[in-house]
């Protein structure tokens, strides 16, 4: 089965600091992979997605992630933190394979950002 | 735009009560599907739905059904409300047959049971 680990359920970083928010799939497939983000009282909101096309994957708001087979991970990335960041990030995989449509999501991770 | 539409942000009901939560979607699209959130736990999928009349239960079912009688809109049902079922509720969508196309939520609703 299709898991996601989301290490660090809160990360608290300084305005214009690395943001780095870690996530560890496991899949016996080729996975896809996304990282959506919720500000407060919304709905979650697409950043980017991995799906085999290129390994470094480039989304909205300046962040990035790499998919690392050899590691299963797919960590997201932002090289400078901005107030307007502050959000609950969550990890999701599904597998390219088989009938399955669903989304597993990790647990979330909370940042908080600091001026 | 790509728009999903949840019928109340805030809803307050009774112990026992039926509870409709209606989401409707502009896109199109074959798959809706229901989660749950709940702090420290993440999105858990209640119920998700393929098609108009189809449906295939999630992670987390029980006490709940759907219905989903036209492509747009798909509705969470709770027979009868109890207070574990405090939540926010969201619907997503996304195209059939599409598995690297993302899910598309709503805002959620904030269910509150007394």
């Known amino acids: 089965a299709q898991s996601v680990t989301q290490l660090g359920s809160h990360v608290s970083v300084s305005e214009g600091a690395l943001v780095l928010l870690r996530c560890n799939y496991s899949s016996s497939v080729p996975p896809y992979l996304f990282w959506y983000v919720q500000y407060p009282n919304q709905g979650l909101q697409l950043l980017l997605k991995y799906t085999s096309a290129a390994t470094l994957v480039k989304g909205i708001n300046g962040f990035e992630a790499e998919f690392k087979k050899s590691e299963t991970s797919f960590h997201l990335t932002k090289p400078s933190a901005h107030m307007s960041d502050a959000a609950e990030y969550f990890c999701a995989v599904t597998l390219s394979g088989g009938s399955n449509y669903k989304l597993t999501f990790g647990k979330g991770t909370l940042l908080t950002v600091n001026p | 735009d790509v728009k999903v539409t949840q019928s109340s942000r805030y809803l307050v009901k009774r112990t026992g009560e039926k509870v409709f939560l209606e989401c409707v979607q502009d896109m199109d699209h074959e798959n809706m599907f229901w989660y749950r959130q709940d702090p420290g736990l993440g999105l858990r999928l209640i119920y998700f739905s393929y098609d108009v009349k189809m449906k295939e239960k999630g992670d987390i079912p029980e006490g709940y059904s759907v219905s989903r009688e036209k492509k747009e809109r798909f509705s969470l049902i709770l027979e009868s409300a109890s207070t574990n079922q405090t939540s926010m509720y969201l619907c997503?969508?996304?195209?059939?047959?599409?598995?690297?196309?993302?899910?598309?939520f709503g805002d959620g609703t904030r269910l509150s049971i007394l």
């Open positions: 997503a969508s996304s195209l059939i047959g599409a598995r690297n196309q993302p899910q598309h």
